[in-house]
């Protein structure tokens, strides 16, 4: 039941994504291809485009191509370049995709152990100056915008250092400023987190069963105490993944990243309405699968989770 559930609510999200995907170009005041192909362009190509498009049919006719070309993997040409739209998604999300898993890698990796240190360094109230450097940075580190930090760390590290390329992607050094500035913001939200799970988990009856057992350290913190704390940075760390894809647009425009979300940025101010559209129900249909995944592997891992009574 608690499958049947997910995979209903999973199946509505969707259909809701795909009209409000097909309403986008509907609700743009005045003629979409006019504004696309420009005031001077002749009323016999903007008629041929609006057919292309399926615009001069009825609205009816016109959602059911829509969904029929969805399903089909057909989501029509680009106004500007006259490439498929599905060839251009296919072209472009290895190298967002790239990004976001690796900026997601670097952000468990890293704020798994560091949360867990502070915590354990922290337990008790001792350490009260490491706990307050500890939340300060962290609660600044979260609230800079991506965009900023990439900002930043091209000014740094490329410009005045010159020690990583600024732009473009051109063997693994490219990576490293992207990755770096999606993934800093993620491992202060989660370190945070692991430490209060870390402090719940350390303050229940079985690890000190654990420590009056005089358990060594590596196993009293690895066997014990990170297994029973994984769930809420499971849960957290699924929905950083999510928001992660869809938080490229902004770090690949920076560093000019030939990604899906350069790609569009680039539609949206030509004006390619099937370009922008198509790219922002992958970024949606990529959100919902990923959150579906979690709450699943979520009530697996932990059948007492409360997710399975919702």
Request: charged share 15%; proline share 6%; net charge positive.
């Amino acid at each position: 039941m608690f499958l049947l559930r997910r995979l209903a609510r999973l199946t509505v999200s969707l259909a809701v994504l795909l009209f409000a995907s097909f309403s986008m170009i509907h609700l743009i005041p005045g003629d979409p291809v006019r504004a696309s192909l420009g005031t001077a362009a002749p009323a016999e190509l903007v008629a041929a485009r609006r057919a292309e498009l399926g615009l001069d049919e009825p609205i009816h006719q016109q959602l059911l191509g829509y969904l029929k070309g969805v399903l089909t993997g057909d989501f029509g040409t680009s106004l500007q370049t006259r490439e498929t739209v599905a060839g251009i998604i296919a072209d472009r999300l290895p190298s967002t995709a790239e990004l976001a898993v690796l900026a997601a890698l670097i952000a468990l990796l890293v704020a798994i152990p560091m949360g867990m240190w502070l915590a354990i360094r922290t337990e008790n109230g001792r350490n009260p100056g490491s706990e307050l450097a500890f939340t300060t940075a962290t609660g600044t580190i979260a609230a800079i915008p991506e965009f900023l930090l990439a900002v930043g760390l091209v000014v740094v590290f490329a410009i005045t250092l010159g020690w990583l390329p600024p732009a473009g992607k051109d063997g693994p050094a490219s990576y490293v400023l992207p990755v770096i500035a999606l993934a800093v913001g993620p491992v202060a939200v989660l370190a945070r987190l692991v430490r209060v799970e870390a402090l719940r988990e350390l303050d229940k009856d079985y690890l000190r069963m654990a420590r009056a057992k005089h358990l060594p350290r590596r196993r009293l913190y690895l066997r014990h105490l990170l297994p029973n704390m994984l769930t809420a940075t499971l849960t957290v760390g699924g929905l950083l993944l999510a928001s992660l894809i869809p938080g490229t647009v902004l770090v690949e425009n920076v560093f000019a990243w030939p990604g899906l979300g350069q790609r569009m940025t680039e539609s949206i101010l030509q004006k390619d309405y099937p370009v922008a559209q198509a790219v922002i129900l992958v970024y949606g249909a990529i959100v919902l699968l990923v959150n579906f995944l979690v709450d699943v592997a979520l009530g697996v891992l932990d059948p007492r989770s409360a997710i399975r009574g919702t």
